[in-house]
């Protein structure tokens, strides 16, 4: 799990391109565009999954009503449009309508830069799945106009989310010493990258 926020991070346009809206990826795992549609299973997701998330995600410290979470929704559309961030659901075809993991590139980091987030159900972990949907997200990333650089960012404690960027062969460029804000967090933060 990365310190990613559960909605869009300001006004910064980041590319006029925009990622594909739905990612296949082998095992019947699928990324596709958040949409308002999938507010009710993302709000389930994320109340069955709070102990899980609580340790890294700020967000998670308390559960989200459905209106809170249909807010985010409508705002993650918004910024897709906008063209700031683009937020994903990760699903598997075995479980249609079943939410079990989010994913999101955000133009929180800078111009020319994109930075994934991502948490995976806690049932779901250990399977590769958010190492094979930041891959995708990596390519799709570094395909938009203008973006040559991807970063994802994580506690230095959170080992699980550390061993996505290096198996991908993301470049650790530093530690940077940030204010904790989870549980979990030790506030050395990791900043791996991978340049176009």
Known sequence: MTRGQPQPCGPLEVSPGRPPELLRLPGGLRLHRRRSTHAAALNRAVRADLDHLRPWMEWAAEAPTRARTAELTRAGAAAWEAGTDFMYLAGLDAEPGRVIGAFGLHGRIGPGALEIGYWVAARHVGRG????????????????????????????????????????????????????????????????????
């Open 129 to 196: 799945i958010a190492t094979a949907a930041a891959g995708a997200l990596t390519e799709a990333a570094l395909a938009l106009p203008g973006i040559t650089r991807v970063e994802i960012r994580c506690d230095q404690a959170n080992r699980a989310s550390a061993a996505v960027p290096r198996k991908l062969g993301y470049r650790l460029e530093r530690v940077a010493e940030v204010a904790v804000r989870a549980p979990g967090e030790t506030g050395r933060q990791l900043v791996w990258v991978m340049e176009r």
